[in-house]
T-cell receptor, first 113, second 116 residues
Framework: LAKTTQPISMDSYEGQEVNITCSHNNIATNDYITWYQQFPSQGPRFIIQGYKTKVTNEVASLFIPADRKSSTLSLPRVSLSDTAVYYCLVGDIRKAAGNKLTFGGGTRVLVKP | EAGVAQSPRYKIIEKRQSVAFWCNPISGHATLYWYQQILGQGPKLLIQFQNNGVVDDSQLPKDRFSAERLKGVDSTLKIQPAKLEDSAVYLC??????????????FGPGTRLTVL
């Protein structure tokens, strides 16, 4: 089971780009990288998922280098409403039993005016 | 499309009492998850269902926790008897993934349990 390491917290300002890097040195061949966002008093919300290179959707980009030992979630032009905890998860999305996607402590992002 | 529904939203009980949480997943979602989230920590998977069957319950404290998924739709999670350390938010999530793998999960608002 791949373990992930991400910064405990990050501060940013409105309009800036926020990049959160997650380290997963033991990632397996069939593992995907998934990011979730969680606001206070709410359940986590899926942001983006990828396997390699770059994935982009309407809210974020995910950069994964060739060795896949780390990944970077990029949030462009953040606003105050992007203040949340961001979780990086690694696991085989095709497996059933024993998959056990594990949420770590996450990164608390605070966006300041 | 309706999201994952959970009830109650809040519950306060005394230690050694029993409590039950209910979850109604998104219609058509085969996989259902229960998580425990202690304040300041990430969610911890307690149990995962694939339709009616249990896929993973390795982190469920089976001496006091139980869960079932009736007819592959709604699910209940029970704690009996509760301990102080069970104070947490209990999150239910569902996913469409028919393989049972962790594709995109949709989370409910959670039930905040306080054990006094």
């Amino acid at each position: 089971l791949a373990k992930t390491t991400q910064p405990i917290s990050m501060d940013s300002y409105e309009g800036q780009e926020v990049n959160i890097t997650c380290s997963h040195n033991n990632i397996a061949t069939n593992d995907y990288i998934t990011w979730y966002q969680q606001f206070p008093s709410q359940g986590p919300r899926f942001i983006i998922q990828g396997y390699k290179t770059k994935v982009t959707n309407e809210v974020a980009s995910l950069f994964i280098p060739a060795d896949r030992k780390s990944s970077t979630l990029s949030l462009p032009r953040v606003s105050l409403s992007d203040t949340a905890v961001y979780y990086c998860l690694v696991g085989d999305i095709r497996k059933a039993a024993g998959n056990k996607l594990t949420f770590g402590g996450g990164t608390r992002v605070l966006v300041k005016p | 499309e309706a999201g994952v529904a959970q009830s109650p939203r809040y519950k306060i009980i005394e230690k050694r009492q029993s409590v039950a949480f209910w979850c109604n997943p998104i219609s058509g979602h085969a996989t259902l998850y229960w998580y425990q989230q202690i304040l300041g920590q990430g969610p911890k998977l307690l149990i995962q269902f694939q339709n009616n069957g249990v896929v993973d319950d390795s982190q469920l404290p089976k001496d006091r926790f139980s869960a079932e998924r009736l007819k592959g739709v709604d699910s209940t999670l029970k704690i009996q008897p509760a301990k102080l350390e069970d104070s947490a938010v209990y999150l239910c999530a569902s996913s469409l993934d028919l393989s049972g793998g962790a594709g995109e999960q949709f989370f409910g608002p959670g039930t905040r349990l306080t054990v006094l």
